[in-house]
């Protein structure tokens, strides 16, 4: 992050008495205590709906979130002498979410719950002027770029020991992806999918979750989005089972939190199978791949389809036994 960034607080009612660099910010001790100064890349007409999120939670009071400055001319986005948007939040001293923690992810599953209990804006008009999220559109766009992939491997005359690999368990993940978004697009069909009053964080992971000592606090909305309660817990479960060899006691002791605060239904519970279900993880590898240079195709790459081939057993037992 440029330093002239530092200048921007300038333009906000704020005493600064001391700024340093962050993971990709800038962070301030003011009189209106602890700040942060991030780059801001959603669009314009996105940060005022996440302003009136947060401010909603905030009268709410059901869970702590941050909440987003406004500059003497009540403007939310600063342009530094490039052009380059930022904003500057509330932060607060404390932790991440220690991932290996079981008790830590199980509380982080339930404020989870709360949150969705709190951002149910059905009652404002705001809800409606933003877009919902399709899931089954993206999945199709992913299988699109799937197909293109495995097209450009058959064409390849002289492979990889990595290429060989990816296209020898190709048709599995390929058939997966086909047939979950074909069974997710039909669901879809048959109910009133679309009509989400709740409002997800967008990107709920470990980082994302601030332990302090006077509570967990959630940071980073920038990804708030209409969709399913679940986009937000199939995204925190499938991080975590990925690293824990697809855990059934997990994966029942995450959904046992949540379903403490706020009960999945039936739709729920279809949704979140479809999200599991679907091999994005092998998307992401496919995608990755074919999108950067191929001259060198670093051995991490093979590492992480080892991985996910390995743990496929896992996972289809792990889907059987949670969602039978």
């Avoid at 869970?63 to 530094?80: C, K, N, P, Q």
């Avoid at 599995?172 to 979950?180: G, P, R």
Wanted: charged share 30%; glycine share 4%; net charge negative.
């Amino acid at each position: 992050m440029n330093d002239r960034a530092v200048s921007l607080f300038d333009q906000y009612e704020i005493e600064v008495n001391r700024t340093w660099k962050g993971r990709g910010a800038i962070l301030c001790d003011s009189d209106r205590g602890l700040l942060i100064l991030k780059e801001y890349c959603g669009p314009t007409d996105k940060i005022k709906f996440q302003d009136f999120l947060l401010k909603h939670l905030q009268k709410n009071a059901a869970v702590r979130a941050e909440s987003i400055l406004r500059t003497r001319e009540d403007e939310m986005i600063v342009y530094d002498q490039d052009q380059t948007p930022y904003i500057v939040k509330t932060y607060f001293e404390g932790r991440e979410c220690n991932h290996r923690d079981t008790q830590e992810c199980r509380q982080a599953v339930a404020v989870l719950a709360q949150l969705h209990e709190a951002s149910d804006l059905s009652a404002y008009e705001e809800l409606r002027e933003q877009p919902v999220f399709q899931i089954e559109k993206e999945y199709e766009k992913h299988n699109r770029e799937l197909k293109k992939v495995r097209r450009f491997l058959w064409e390849k005359s002289q492979k990889t020991d990595f290429e060989i690999y990816l296209m020898k368990h190709y048709d599995y993940f390929m058939n997966n992806a086909l047939q979950i978004t074909d069974e997710l697009r039909y669901d879809s069909y048959e109910e009133d999918a679309y009509d989400f009053p709740i409002v997800c964080h967008g990107d709920y992971q470990y980082h994302n979750i601030l332990l302090t000592e006077a509570g967990d606090v959630l940071i980073n909305f920038e990804k708030c989005v209409r969709d399913y309660p679940v986009r937000d817990l199939y995204l925190f479960m499938r991080k975590l089972l990925e690293k824990n060899n697809w855990s059934q006691t997990l994966g029942d002791t995450l959904l046992e939190s949540y379903n403490r605060v706020r009960s999945l239904s039936k739709r729920d519970y279809r949704q979140l199978y479809y999200r599991l279900a679907y091999p994005e993880k092998f998307w992401k590898i496919a995608n990755f791949y074919y999108n950067t240079g191929k001259a060198w195709i670093p051995g991490r790459n093979m590492e992480k389809i080892e991985k996910l081939f390995a743990q496929e057993r896992d996972k289809q037992l792990f889907l059987e036994s949670i969602f039978k």
